[in-house]
């Protein structure tokens, strides 16, 4: 086995390098816009005072899963986005920027 040397670099010196990946750009873009989705729902869910077990209920989820989605741990299927929706009764709607 041959001695290998790593060289540590900071985590902003590690987004800083990806920043430059288009590739890696687009798909940041694509994960903020999904994780402002969920946190539109999880604002919404609080504001109807509904538990994460009442959701994980309503879209037959475990509570976990509901966890893991609202705090941004696991990348949602449009399924799982709009089963919860769903469960809050709404919809998922296109809706352009301005």
């Known amino acids: 086995m041959q001695?290998?040397?790593?060289?540590?670099?900071?985590?902003?010196?590690?987004?800083?390098?990806?920043?430059?990946?288009?590739?890696?750009?687009?798909?940041?873009?694509?994960?903020?816009?999904?994780?402002?989705?969920?946190n539109e729902l999880k604002q919404y869910r609080l504001t109807k005072h509904l538990s994460q077990s009442e959701i994980a209920k309503r879209t037959g989820?475990?509570?976990?899963?509901?966890?893991r989605l609202e705090r941004g741990l696991v990348r949602p299927s449009f399924e799982t986005v709009t089963r919860y929706a769903q469960a809050l009764g709404g919809e998922i709607m296109f809706q352009p920027s301005a």
Do not use: G
């Open 3 to 38: 001695n290998e040397t790593y060289e540590f670099v900071t985590l902003a010196e590690l987004e800083q390098e990806l920043m430059q990946d288009p590739e890696f750009v687009e798909l940041r873009k694509v994960r903020e816009v999904q994780q402002k989705m969920i």
């Open 61 to 67: 989820m475990k509570v976990q899963n509901i966890s």
